[in-house]
């Protein structure tokens, strides 16, 4: 059975690393399932200048979202309503970090 601790885009290398982290030690499967989601879709992370970390979409038709307007689409549709629980899931890149 699969489980959403592995990081589904291995192929996005520049953030690979923080993708590994962060579906790692996410322990709640609901939480897990919606950021493996959001990774296979073509979510990247991006470290803010002040290290804080990102949710970026990959604008690519062949390997992330077809255009601003689909990612936006998504955001609606999928991570409106669970903002909360994706800002603490991404606050462990920053503890990881020793930020």
Not at 7 to 18: E, F, V, Y
Not at 20 to 36: I, K, N, P, Y
Request: negative net charge; aromatic residues 8%.
């Amino acid at each position: 059975m699969a489980d959403w601790h592995a990081d589904p885009r291995p192929d996005i290398i520049a953030d690979h690393a923080l993708w590994q982290t962060l579906l790692s030690r996410t322990d709640d499967a609901e939480t897990g399932w919606l950021l493996h989601g959001m990774r296979a879709a073509g979510t990247t992370i991006v470290l803010c200048e002040d290290g804080v970390p990102r949710l970026k979409p990959l604008i690519d038709p062949a390997r992330g979202f077809a255009s601003d307007e689909a990612w936006q689409d998504f955001k609606h549709r999928y991570l409106a309503l669970d903002t909360r629980r994706i800002a603490q899931a991404l606050n462990v890149l920053t503890e990881h970090a020793g930020m």
